[in-house]
């Protein structure tokens, strides 16, 4: 018993393609609609702000070197929830709470990044710059509150060294649009519109190709394996 063996045809399946096009674009279109309905809530603009704070030089030597180790040693105080409770009161804000500071604010610091010719430069030691970054929908409050947050983790590195070395190096004095909703939006849109083309020509390739169905003296010979007596043409008036 003779058994056709799975056989991808490339020129058949882009024919498929073209006889499916109307299909494909269904889908496509169908899929495109199912995005957009997704993101017709496109949320809202974030934007960014940085203020840094690091281990001021004015001071002796072993209060600087107290402060850098102290810094690189209790990074995580940096965005503990006393540094954030601290800073929502600097604010001095109803709407802004402990928790909307702690989640609206990431950490970084110098130390956890190759050193660069400036940094080295400025200190001429291995000194830690930490940068707190802050995302919000509202421009000014990201800038407030990145200058909230180094002030407040000044306060705190003060009340641990019992000395004002960590002081503010830059503050929050410019921000950046972190995220355009609109641009994202539309970015998803495009994913879902493209997703629908791939599915669709996906479908239609994997249906052509696993088609049991015969066409050509070579399927219907088993690849010329069965010998062929006779072939009657299309007959056309």
Known sequence: MYK??????????????LKKKKFIGIITVLMFIVGVGLTLNVGEDMYSATATVYAAADGSINDTTAAVTAMNAYLNVANSYKVCQRAALIIGRSDVTAADVQGSVSVSSSANKSSSSTISNFMNSSATIISFTTYTADPALSMEMADAMAQSYAIEMADILKTDAVKTLDTAYSYRLAKNAKIQAWKKRVEFLAGGFVLACLVVVLCEIFDRKVRTVREASIREELPVIGIIPDYKE
């Open 4 to 17: 056709n063996e799975l056989e991808i045809d490339v020129g058949r399946c882009l024919s498929a393609l």
